[in-house]
């Protein structure tokens, strides 16, 4: 399972995203954070965990994080859905 989380503020680290998704938030740990330049000068976080997750994980914490506001950045939070074949 991936949740993308977009609009964290230019100098966001790996580590200031673990924080708030297992510190703040209460998330397990994922197992791979990716960053990169969103459109204009915000970042964002592409979030793993293993495809066996629960979608159940993925809706409760982008319930959480979309619209939550971080260092003057109100987030934006989205599940992307896996296709097996």
């Given amino acids: 399972m991936q949740i993308i989380i977009g609009n964290f503020p ?7 995203v673990t924080e708030l ?10 197992t791979e954070i990716t960053l990169n330049e969103g459109l204009g000068i915000n970042t964002i976080a592409l ?3 293993p ?5 159940a994980l ?3 914490l982008v319930k959480k994080l ?4 971080y260092k003057g950045f109100d987030l934006k939070a ?4 896996s ?3």
Avoid at 51 to 55: G, N, Y
Wanted: a negative charge; glycine letters at 8%.
């Fill in 10 to 16: 230019p100098a966001t680290q790996i580590a200031d």
């Fill in 21 to 30: 998704l297992v510190n703040q938030i209460g998330a397990p740990q994922p």
């Fill in 47 to 49: 979030i793993q965990y």
């Fill in 51 to 55: 495809a066996d997750a629960p979608q």
């Fill in 58 to 60: 993925g809706d409760a």
């Fill in 66 to 69: 979309d619209g939550h506001h």
């Fill in 78 to 81: 989205t599940v992307t859905h």
């Fill in 83 to 85: 296709f097996k074949e």
